[in-house]
């Protein structure tokens, strides 16, 4: 049977406000034109989707059954009206991501910019938090996307692989923990160190490892990113804990070693979460594959 868009707002309408008069108002056409255009539709279907009522509109169980249909051809309508603009540039995107300080320091920057130049509509905004939070921020839905660490519980979201990166310790090239294959934080906590400020996300992770030891890190100075701590290192400031990535950068520039850690949280299998498919826009799904994909 025949039926176009006009024929399922009208059913929305009715069924929203329980009275003709009111809905032919609200789009607006006449009582008249509204009435006709619904005994059309029945007879077309050949059903009754409403009950007439001297107080108002009434749906059929079989008025209920299609109204739940109408609603999902017109969120798919809307969505296609919503991506037809965002590809034509006459609006723009926000996808909000939550991520450590590792992914967002290190690992993203890299990996964003074709996303980016495919759809120029779009405005990313990053969010930094430890990884309990990432979590804590996508299921509250303040966040569409996160990526953190996979080895904490994820209950509730759907989880997929991103990069496999660790942490290790920086130090001078002549370092007494210089010539160390690998060792454990506790070994290292006795020397000063070169931090991140104390409000981001993987230097408030360093510090609770520490005070769970016992230990309570020796900060001597702050830096405000992966590139000014090694150079801080490179200049005996103090020791530091990188991300090998980022560490095996100053190595090739810098007289700075690398020391491995022994210990399990040190290796982060970071992955991408999400609420449900579903649930995420269009320009969500397209980041989500791109990042899987990457």
């Known amino acids: 049977m025949h039926f176009d868009l006009a ?3 009208l059913l929305a309408a009715i069924a929203a406000t329980g009275s003709l008069s009111k809905a032919a108002a609200s789009f607006p056409v006449a009582v008249s034109a509204a009435s006709s255009r619904l005994r059309q539709f029945e007879a077309r279907s050949g059903l009754v989707l409403f009950m007439r009522k001297a107080d108002g509109m009434q749906l059929t169980p079989a008025g209920r059954l299609v109204l739940e249909s109408a609603r999902g051809v017109l969120g798919e309508a809307q969505k296609l009206h919503d991506t037809l603009k965002e590809l034509a540039g006459q609006r723009r995107i926000d996808l909000h991501l939550a991520v450590s300080t590792v992914t967002n320091s290190t690992l993203l920057p890299a990996v964003l910019g074709p996303f980016l130049a495919d759809y120029p509509q779009v405005d990313l905004q ?19 996307i996160g990526v953190y660490d996979g080895n904490l519980v994820n209950d509730g ?18 370092h007494a923990l210089a010539g160390r294959g690998q060792l454990r934080l506790a070994d290292a906590l006795g020397f000063a160190f070169v931090c991140l400020p104390a409000e981001r996300a993987m230097q408030r992770f360093v510090e609770e490892l520490a005070m769970s030891l016992a230990m309570p890190l020796k900060v001597r100075v702050r830096a405000p990113s992966f590139e000014a701590i090694a150079q801080l290192v490179a200049q005996h400031a103090g020791i530091a804990m990188l991300p090998e990535t980022a560490a095996i950068r100053a190595e090739q520039e810098l007289a700075v070693r690398r020391v491995a850690l022994e210990e399990r949280w ?19 799904r397209q980041l989500v594959s791109f990042l899987s994909g990457q």
């Open 126 to 144: 990053l969010v930094e938090h430890k990884s309990v939070d990432v979590l804590r921020a996508v299921l509250a839905g303040d966040c569409e």
């Open 266 to 284: 040190a290796t982060l299998e970071l992955r991408i979460c999400f609420r449900g498919w579903e649930r995420l826009s269009s320009h969500g």
């Open 157 to 174: 979201v759907v989880s997929l692989p991103f990069r496999t990166e660790r942490l290790v310790l920086l130090v001078p090239s002549e």
């Open 7 to 9: 024929d399922l707002r």
